[in-house]
């Protein structure tokens, strides 16, 4: 992490006006497209998720990026993401470790990943903690212990001031506002995949919008 990020940052939105969600799933017309482009981009939320996306990338090494979620939700879905981007963009430290908290003995290696995992996080690992509602108790007893044996703890999560305050870098995301908590995922999974040579995090949201609401006619 860098100078500016070891200390506690809690990147949370700008306030907005209500409007359709920008998630994974949705139908939006294209003047809704343009102007959610326009908003996020005023807003600084592609910014503020890339910031995030960033320290994602100073893990280490492959299996060293850490993914832990709620008892009742566990992270699949960005685990998935990120391997992606892993595989996609050549940068192997993005390669995640999906930490669950009852994992079944006879699931594959990869998929048996207990808490456990975390009591052995050290430096150069990267703890990604993911949580809508209000982070229990248990959860944030290992985050705080993950991060006394050095590892950065990063977060996205709905507002809880507790688990923000053990994160060096975390994004809040407020219930019922312009990106909503998956959508936010799929912001910092992008950002921290992207390179130079591929296209930029602005243009691949472009078009992901654009496959869902279909094409932009103008006047």
Not at 59 to 75: A, Q, W
Not at 81 to 90: N, P, Q, T, V, Y
Not at 128 to 149: G, I, K, M
């Amino acid at each position: 992490m860098t100078a500016e990020h070891s200390r506690c940052q809690h990147i949370t939105p700008e306030p907005l006006t209500p409007l359709t969600p920008v998630g994974h799933h949705g139908d939006m017309d294209s003047g809704s497209v343009a102007f959610l482009r326009e908003i996020l981009a005023e807003t600084g939320w592609l910014d503020r998720t890339r910031e995030l996306g960033l320290a994602l990338r100073s893990t280490r090494s492959p299996g060293g990026l850490l993914l832990v979620g709620t008892p009742e939700e566990e992270p699949w879905h960005l685990t998935a993401h990120l391997a992606d981007e892993a595989r996609l963009s050549g940068l192997s430290q993005l390669t995640p470790t999906l930490v669950r908290w009852t994992p079944p003995a006879d699931a594959p290696p990869h998929l048996r990943v207990g808490l456990d995992r975390l009591e052995r996080a050290a430096r150069g690992e990267t703890l990604f903690v993911l949580s809508e509602q209000q982070a229990p108790v248990p959860l944030l007893e290992r985050v705080d212990d993950a991060r006394r044996t050095g590892a950065t703890i990063l977060a996205i999560e709905g507002g809880d001031p507790e688990l923000a305050g053990l994160a060096h870098d975390a994004i809040a995301v407020p219930a019922g506002g312009l990106v909503t908590f998956d959508g936010a995922q799929h912001l910092v999974s992008a950002a921290a995949g992207e390179l130079e040579q591929r296209p930029r995090l602005r243009d691949r949201l472009a078009r992901l919008l654009d496959k869902v609401s279909g094409p932009h006619i103008t006047d």
